[in-house]
């Protein structure tokens, strides 16, 4: 039994959800936040606390699941790695090219291990599409297409850290499309090169919600990226184009694998072998449950479906790649290099 402690009171109301679902594999032992009510909110019969040391020194405590605002990820991290304890961290796991090398001398350091959170890669649609990939069913990918058109207003940025580059750090490309643009990779590797745009169109708040990407991978296939916080309803929306297929996404916004796909052969023969596979991949676990499913089989000595270190590693690599596109106007190379002026950041004051 892995023992766990949830910080922050807001998506860790998911978060708990999925460990009651997984309860022979955790319990959750305390909750911290500072927020009393809305911790006893959660589950009042779980001990709650207001202070978060409180659960970095619990020797009880296996594993701190930190879903509190983003500025505070990477300190708490640290703190918690450096005591032993394992790290589920809510994205985005950092906010510099330096915090995950910071993140990372004290993962190893200790042993600990530290486990982004990128839920969307679970369930049945993104197994479906993994299986064709490794199987050999796609051919080459050509192109991608995807849409991140969510709708955020103004009750959304009245939490005080929302939409501010000290409180959240970035907007819709740290925030939001993060979870589409992982998607892209976890599906298509890694990016060579990108140009960006960002624009803040929809709300008035200091970071972007709106942006226009162009990606080549490093396998050759382009890809692009829409994303708005400013649609009329919530949609996430995948295309992918390979030498052998199409795949297409339905439109549920946060957990797109759950979500109806069409995955269409260009030759006709190929269709039932691909529909075979998307009757095999029915029942894959999805989101959060998915997510924790695997940390566990990580924890428990059989890892290969957890969300890495590495994973959450290149996804800020990537956010650094775009932010330093869209300031300079020019196009990024990845991987970007310890001397890139953006290395520290891309905070207005973190750049060079
Ligand atoms: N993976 C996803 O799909 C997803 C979805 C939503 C949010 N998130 C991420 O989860 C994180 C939290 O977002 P949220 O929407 O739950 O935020 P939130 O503001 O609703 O909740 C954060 C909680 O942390 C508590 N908190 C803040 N500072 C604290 C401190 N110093 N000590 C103790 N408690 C403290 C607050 O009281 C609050 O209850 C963010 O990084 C966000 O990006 C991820």
Redesign the pocket.
């Known amino acids: 039994m892995i023992c766990a402690a949830i910080?922050?009171?807001?998506?860790?109301v998911?978060h708990l959800e999925a460990y009651r679902a997984l309860s022979d594999r955790f319990q959750v032992s305390l909750i911290?936040?500072?927020?009393a009510a809305?911790?006893r909110a959660m589950d009042a019969s779980i001990e709650w606390s207001?202070?978060?040391e409180v659960a970095i020194s619990d020797p009880e405590i296996d594993l701190i699941d930190?879903?509190?605002?983003?500025h505070?990820?990477v300190p708490v991290a640290l703190d918690a790695l450096a005591a032993g304890k394992h790290v589920i961290c809510?994205?985005?796991i950092a906010t510099s090219m330096a915090d995950i090398a910071r993140l990372r001398v004290a993962s190893e350091a200790t042993g600990a291990q530290l486990f982004p959170?990128?839920?969307?890669r679970f369930g049945p649609a993104i197994a479906a599409l993994k299986t064709m990939i490794s199987n050999g069913s796609t051919g080459a990918p050509q192109v991608a297409a995807l849409e991140t058109h969510w709708s955020r207003d103004a009750a959304y940025y009245s939490?005080p850290?929302?939409g501010t580059w000290v409180g959240?750090q970035g907007g819709a490309i740290l925030?939001h499309a993060i979870?589409t643009h992982d998607l892209l990779t976890y599906l298509l590797g890694p990016v060579a090169q990108l140009s960006a745009a960002i624009a803040t169109r929809v709300n008035p708040i200091e970071t972007e919600d709106c942006a226009a990407i162009s990606f080549q991978m490093a396998n050759g296939a382009l890809a692009t990226s829409s994303v708005t916080l400013g649609a009329a309803v919530d949609e996430t929306r995948i295309r992918l184009v390979f030498e052998n297929l199409t795949a297409t996404s339905g439109w549920v916004p946060?957990a797109p694998a759950t979500g109806t796909w069409r995955f269409e052969a260009r030759d006709p023969a190929l269709q039932p072998k691909l529909d075979a596979i998307v009757q095999a991949t029915a029942r894959a676990r999805a989101g959060y449950v998915g997510a924790f499913d695997a940390i566990a089989d990580a924890l428990q000595g059989t890892p290969g479906h957890e969300v890495t270190f590495a994973d959450g590693a290149a996804s800020i690599e990537l956010v650094t790649a775009i932010y330093a596109s869209a300031r300079t106007g020019v196009r990024t190379t990845l991987p970007l290099s310890k001397d890139h002026a953006f290395f520290n950041g891309w905070l207005p004051d973190q750049t060079v």
Do not use: S, T
């Open positions: 910080l922050g009171a807001g998506i860790g998911q911290v936040d500072r927020d809305r911790a207001g202070e978060i930190i879903c509190l605002p983003p505070l990820h809510e994205k985005p959170i990128f839920q969307y939490e850290w929302r959240e925030g979870h946060y």
